[in-house]
């Protein structure tokens, strides 16, 4: 069985609060799992993540 979007809850990544609270809705977003959650996370928070071998998912609105 595959979950659809609207069965996902999708967070903000708490660290986005205090980095910048920007989350970049209109053309990319980006995404990952933490502890089985899928959050939404900013371009600084990702580029992070990315640095400590966590697995980004990015997603472009077409």
Known sequence: MVATA???EIETYRECALCCNIIDKNDKSFYF???ER??????N???RL???G???IGIKKS
């Open 6 to 8: 609207e069965e996902i």
């Open 33 to 35: 799992w933490d502890s």
């Open 38 to 43: 899928l959050v939404n996370v900013c371009r």
């Open 45 to 47: 928070c990702a580029g």
């Open 50 to 52: 990315l640095e400590k």
């Open 54 to 56: 966590e697995g980004i």
